[in-house]
């Protein structure tokens, strides 16, 4: 065993080794060098387990393609990307919405040179990163003013910090939702300093229970729209003209917190139950607050449109500061809010619209592409074939609704499933899909059309690392 030892390549001569490959070569030396270290120490281990057993298995020669692959694999990013086959189209831990081509356009000129991001072009002075957004905000959502800060919790809790702190906001109780990463209303409520006063029931509210808990200490009324649940049977809820009415005559500010918030009408798909910004700023909320990266189809921000009384206060707020979105925030949001101005031309080119109003046939059409990529990679090593499945907006939004397609089926002949879904975590790109009655399940709605020949691969290289 000492004798395979000394057979091991000299950290030299594995450098000189790697250094010939291009796509290595461009790397920092001391993280090749790292990954280098820790490849001949498993070496190491695998002398010690009997893995190893003769000197010619260390020459570097037979090394370098398990070297190379090994030093490859260590050194991609972390943040990747990933094949979405889940048909999740806002899907949380994928990244959310994909953003329009004009506005990856955007943010790549916002990060390549200087802009006018606090520079006011007329005057020649300091100007508001707001101002690039917003007049179109308003402009599209019939607002008198508008906000944004980095994502809605934070739109929510900067709006009861400015206009209900340590004062009483009335809320349903069937409205105290939670929301990803245990994010819930009564928590941010009470961090903001504003002070939470229930009324109702879980499943009905009515006006009079809001009219009786209005007393000297109440700051605001809020509704709190339900988007990632519902509540059906004997119900009932406020609505927003009513509570319009209780505000005026009271003189209180009516929040809604929209959550995930959407500018364009789904009810053409048969998505009910998720009113529009404009709807809901039409029906008389003070100020409301939506999601950037959800329906809506942009980047991670949170949006603050209403009344100008409130939002003048909000934009005041020293908070405000420590919430403000960056400059490719800014330039990806205008980019996509430029699309909104045309309805039509949002729904084609957004691509969580696109998405989620694709047509049956295109849908169809995109998994025979897929079958027939399968199986020109992979021929008999599985059964491929067709069915058909719903996929999710996600997001939080529109919960009681699946959206009818057809999915593709993977069967692998020689492993699991599971042991497929496992090794395609570790392809190039990563394809992250779903087990459905032990059948690997592609749904090509979230792939786009350069990513079907993509996934395909990804399938060879998850059978190939199992020698199949």
């Keep these: 065993m000492s004798i395979l030892y000394r057979h091991l390549p000299s950290m030299d001569q594995v450098l000189a080794g790697l250094s010939s490959d291009s796509e290595l070569s461009a790397l920092p030396r001391p993280l090749i060098k790292e990954h280098a270290a820790a490849f001949l120490d498993i070496c190491r281990e695998e002398i010690r387990s009997g893995a190893i057993t003769e000197p010619k298995q260390l020459h570097l020669d037979n090394l370098m393609p398990r070297l190379v692959a090994y030093v490859r694999s260590q050194s991609r990013p972390h943040f990747r990307r990933v094949l979405n086959g889940t048909g999740v189209v806002v899907h949380t831990n994928l990244g959310r919405s994909l953003l329009a081509k004009p506005a990856i356009e955007a943010v790549v000129e916002a990060c390549g040179h200087y802009s006018n991001c606090e520079f006011d072009l007329t005057t020649g002075k300091r100007g508001s990163r707001y101002s690039h957004v917003e007049q179109i905000l308003c402009d599209i959502t019939g607002a008198e003013a508008a906000l944004v800060v980095n994502n809605n919790a934070a ?85 927003l003209p009513e509570m319009r009415a209780l505000g005026d005559k009271y003189n209180l500010p009516v929040i809604e917190d929209l959550g995930s918030g959407t500018l364009y009408s789904l009810s053409g798909e048969g998505l009910l139950g998720e009113p529009t910004v404009q709807q809901v700023v039409a029906q008389g909320a003070d100020v409301v607050s939506f999601s950037g990266d959800k329906v809506l189809g942009g980047p991670q921000a949170g949006v603050i449109v209403g009344r100008k009384e409130y939002i003048d206060r909000i934009k005041k707020n020293p908070v405000n500061r420590a919430m403000r979105i960056d400059k490719m925030t800014l330039a990806a949001l205008e980019a996509t809010l430029r699309l909104y101005l045309d309805m039509d031309v949002a729904r084609r080119t957004v691509p969580t619209l696109k998405m989620v109003t694709a047509s049956q046939e295109s849908l169809k059409s995109k998994a025979r592409r ?99």
């Design 155 to 239: 739109a929510v809790f900067i709006m009861l910090e400015t206009l209900a702190k340590d004062k009483e906001v009335i809320v349903s109780r069937g409205q105290l939702v939670e929301i990803g990463g245990s994010f819930r209303i009564p928590d941010v409520m009470t961090k903001s300093g504003a002070i939470l006063r229930e009324v109702g029931a879980t499943n009905r509210a009515h006006v009079h229970d809001y009219e009786n808990a209005i007393n000297d200490d109440t700051g605001a009324l809020m509704r709190v729209h339900t988007s990632n649940f519902r509540v059906v049977g004997f119900t009932k809820e406020v609505t």
């Design 370 to 468: 897929l079958v027939d990529a399968v199986k020109d990679e992979l021929g008999e090593k599985v059964t491929v074939g067709m069915k058909k499945g719903f996929s999710r907006v996600g997001g939080g939004a529109f919960p009681e609704y699946d959206l009818p397609g057809t999915m593709v089926t993977v069967s692998p002949k020689d492993i699991s499933v599971d042991d497929l879904r496992d090794a395609l975590l570790d392809t190039d790109p990563p394809l992250v899909a779903r087990i459905e009655d032990d059948v690997f399940l592609i749904d090509p709605r979230t792939l786009n059309s350069t990513e079907i020949r993509m996934a395909a691969v990804a399938l060879r290289q998850a059978l190939t690392a199992f020698g199949k």
